[in-house]
């Protein structure tokens, strides 16, 4: 079974950086797609960025320029640089993967992160 943690969320104020990590656990035989997600209070959950087993990366609009998505293929663990962020990036973080593990599909979600951006 594979499972995600994330970290590094918290307070921080408006203009400041966080950096959120997403280590996984389990047999995984392929590590495809890697991501992560966002939900705001009184929102649905939006795409933040993700990135690829090759490291090709798609951001939202919204956060273009701003934050960077990295991964280490070897730890299957994704990362999110979050630069100049502001109070509307308040929001719980989520990371999600998606591959194979023993011949079986994949796509999980971690529990979240809290990310609260005083202004």
């Known amino acids: 079974q594979v499972q995600l943690v994330e970290s590094g969320g918290g307070l921080v104020q408006a203009g400041g950086s966080q950096r959120l990590s997403c280590a996984t656990s389990?047999?995984?035989?392929?590590?495809?797609?890697m991501g992560w997600y966002r939900r705001a209070p009184g929102k649905q959950r939006e795409l933040v960025a993700t990135i690829t087993s090759g490291h090709n990366t798609h951001y939202a609009d919204s956060v273009k320029g701003r934050v960077t998505i990295t991964r280490d293929n070897d730890k299957n663990t994704v990362y999110l640089q979050m630069n100049s962020l502001k109070p509307e990036d308040t929001a719980v973080y989520y990371c999600?993967?998606?591959?194979?593990?023993?011949?079986?599909?994949?796509?999980?979600w971690g529990q979240g992160t809290q990310v609260t951006v005083s202004s």
């Open positions: 389990g047999r995984i035989s392929i590590m495809n797609v």
């Open positions: 999600n993967a998606v591959g194979i593990t023993l011949g079986v599909g994949f796509n999980v």
